[in-house]
């Protein structure tokens, strides 16, 4: 919890100051971060649940982009995440790229980079589609039930699309219950300080995001 709320503060904080560059920042940083420092491989074991960082970072990212549909529009959106997706696709070049060069071609290598792409793909689907029907009841609602139904929209279609492909590659491991249970916590957690961080940007700026 309080790694959530710090990882946001730096949202309010940054933006605050350097505006878009703090999102893209931020957005980059957290969806590429959440491929690599994910609950498969660095859990938290907390209550019996395999929590990671992912879950948080990777709801930042999601929370960057909507910040950035408010604040300057869905172009602008769409540009800030096709740029993250991208910055993955380059990481997972890399990685392949290095890993290659060091170990050989293996097979783990391989499953590694496809799953990249799976999250590539997932995200800029999810994105899409959240961004579209977020502008299509923008001027139907208030912000704060756009980034909750923005950030849920996300976080399910996502979900659907990144876990089945992603053990179709590497296998189903034995506790996937658990992990994506533990998923959807850490990311209902970052939800509810993204709501609080718009809240404040909003009374720090006096104008409606």
């Known amino acids: 919890m309080l790694f959530t709320i710090i990882i ?44 990671g960082i992912d879950s948080i970072i990777y709801t930042l990212f999601v929370f960057c982009v909507i910040l950035m549909f408010f604040q300057q529009g869905k172009k602008s959106a769409y540009t800030l995440a096709i740029s993250s997706v991208v910055a993955i696709l380059f990481s997972a070049i890399m990685q392949l790229i290095a890993e290659l060069f060091t170990t050989g071609s293996q097979s783990t290598t391989w499953f590694t980079f496809l799953t990249f792409f799976v999250s590539a793909a997932a995200s800029i689907i999810a994105i899409v589609i959240t961004l579209e029907i977020l502008d299509k009841i923008k001027d139907k609602t208030n912000n704060y039930i756009k980034l909750i139904v923005g950030l ?58």
Do not use: E
Not at 18 to 31: E, N, P, R
Not at 174 to 188: P, R, T
């Open 8 to 51: 946001f503060m730096l949202a309010l904080i940054g933006y605050k100051k350097f505006h878009s560059s703090t999102l893209y920042a931020l957005a980059i940083g957290g969806i590429v971060n959440a491929n690599f420092f994910h609950a498969g491989l660095y859990p938290i074991n907390c209550f019996g649940l395999p929590f």
């Open 152 to 209: 849920l929209l996300h976080t399910l279609i996502n979900t659907a699309i990144y876990y089945p492909l992603s053990m179709l590659i590497n296998g189903t491991p034995s506790n996937i219950g658990l992990l994506v249970l533990a998923s959807f916590i850490g990311k209902l957690i970052a939800t509810i300080c993204a709501i609080f961080t718009l809240f404040l940007l909003h009374k720090l700026n006096k104008r409606s995001y």
